[in-house]
């Protein structure tokens, strides 16, 4: 590792001395390729699960939402706890593109298309079930303010769940726009490389880009506002789903934590998406030297941070709880911890806040074995946390007599599962037909973040002359 | 396929830092650059070339302040104009509770405005093929044009030499 342009206590973010065409090769070739049988296999399992999951979809529009166990008190099950969690799932996916464009982070660029991807599908999922849960599907766009012929009657613009309907639309098309124009530039790589119908497809999907110098300015201009915009939103996005708690009276929701400590939870459990994800993808597509240990170490920092401020959050509500002396908030806290659903919130620390301390230990950060569990570990603390928050704050509320015990019917755990193979389905035809690593942004790092120098009057094709001009280099300096 | 009807010759590049010098001096010797072509965004290639600042965030501002307008205004007018209503004992204008969809809509405004903006004045849309000097400048080559009204073939080609290009062609464009 001599010196060039490669700051030497960093470690390189692409690996295997790679020449610009061969990082086109590399990542154009999945797209390229006729699928394997894993993919095959694994197409058809998360097709059929999506199936099912549309099966109990049609079920619950014919029969209604008295399908699902919900009831007078439990209002909410379910739905919201699946909606909040895919929700939260999507937010890595912006702060990958986003936020960490804005602290010129360089290794965002191997997972930043994959992780956008993630984070389209997981909204698309969560969008899914407020849209069911209103029963009438075919008048949800009453949602919106339109002009009609009721007066014209309007939404109600007081309320989070309104805010929530802006918000999500909001975020879905300004992430579909931002990861989109991204893809642009790469699918005219693609078209360049096809021929027949196949270059017909790419040439109407790229828009017919050329990689003009001026259309470059205006793209990164474009991408930088994009990520400027994406920001606040990505953090809006979580803070209003969490105001559809904490706007309620209802104790254990109506906190002023909520909105941190929901936009906390949902980084980390998208992150640990982003991991189960790529971890797969790099195995399968043979992307090791494009998302290495380095994205996964740094990626399973962002997860040991905000599963920490997690763990802190769920503290401070105990301690506010306790300290606040309303004896209400005090019990829903008490039930929260020791009630009937003792065993998921028993779930939520176990796995939200205590197991991702295995990461202070370096070598577990950078294990595949162990990134990979965690992150599913993650994921089920995730979805405990939604479903402690919701039923067991739905379960025991003023009044015992309404006091009852939610568990889900098979209609319930069948769209759940069925929004787990709409993600996966969708995830799969993405690694088929775009990059899932940015061609050009890998390209665009390559020297400073690459693991070679490439001089004036190089051609970047041999390890030897990187290795000798790399040293003829670093005695200049 | 769109037609410009220009003779452009044009040299291939192997690197962008060739690709810089070359650019920087044929800036110095006032030759009228028609275009260049990279397989990615290479940080002062448009200063080289003396382009202008893109004025697209000037763009993005005024359609978010749009935004802003649109939701606060609209959100107004409909709560004490066409339709006030009380809803939990709160004023008619309930500006606070304005703030998180008057924020979305900036959002949404500006994204799509610049968007949009973007793709138009670029003259990229689904459908469009823009004509492409070398198919090879969206793997790994880098392409510098001269329009041929501008810059006469030899005068080109000794450029080309002497800036270390790989290959020089000539097309229609």
Known sequence: MAGGYVAPVRRPLVEGHKSYHQITEDLCSPTERTPSRAWIIAFTLSVAVLAFGLFCIVWTIWMGTGSWNLNRTIGWGYDITNFVWWIGIGHAGTLISAILMLFRQRWRTGVNRAAEAMTIFAVICAALFPVIHVGRVWVVYYFFPYPNTRGSLWPNFNSPLLWDVFAISTYFSVSLLFWYTGLVPDFATLRNRASGLRKKIYNTLSFGWTGSAKHWQRWESLSLVLAGLSTPLVLSVHTIVSFDFATSVIPGWHTTIFPPYFVAGAIFSGFAMVQTLMIITRKILKLEEYITLEHIESMNKVILVTGTIVGVAYLTELFIAWYSGYVYEQFAFFNRAMGIYWWSYFGMMACNVISPQIFWVKKYRRSIFVTFFMSIFVNIGMWFERFVIIATTLARDYLPSSWSYYYPTWVEIGIFVGTIGLFFTLYMIFTRVAPVVAIAEVKHILKVGGDQYIGENRTHTSHQAHESHSEAHSENH | ?173
């Open chain 2, 1 to 173: 396929m769109r037609q410009y009807n220009k003779e452009v010759i044009y040299g291939i590049y192997n690197d962008e830092e060739i690709l810089l010098q070359a650019v920087r001096k044929a800036k110095s010797a006032h030759m009228e650059i028609m275009d260049v072509y990279t397989p990615f965004p290479v940080h002062g290639l448009d200063h080289a070339m003396g382009l202008s600042e893109s004025r697209l965030h000037q763009a993005g501002f005024i359609y978010g302040a749009l935004g802003t307008l649109t939701a606060f205004l609209g959100m107004s007018w409909i709560f004490t104009q066409d339709w006030p209503t009380i809803f939990g004992g709160k004023p008619y204008w309930p500006v606070p509770s304005f703030i998180p969809i008057t924020f979305e809509l900036t959002v949404l405004f500006a994204a799509w405005g610049m968007t949009i903006t973007f793709y138009t004045i670029c003259g990229l849309w689904p459908g469009v093929s823009n004509p492409q000097l070398d198919l090879r400048t969206t793997d790994d080559k880098f392409c510098l044009a001269f329009d041929k009204d501008e810059v006469s073939e030899d005068e080109a080609k000794a450029f080309f030499q002497s800036t270390g290009a790989e290959e020089v062609n000539s097309k229609n464009i």
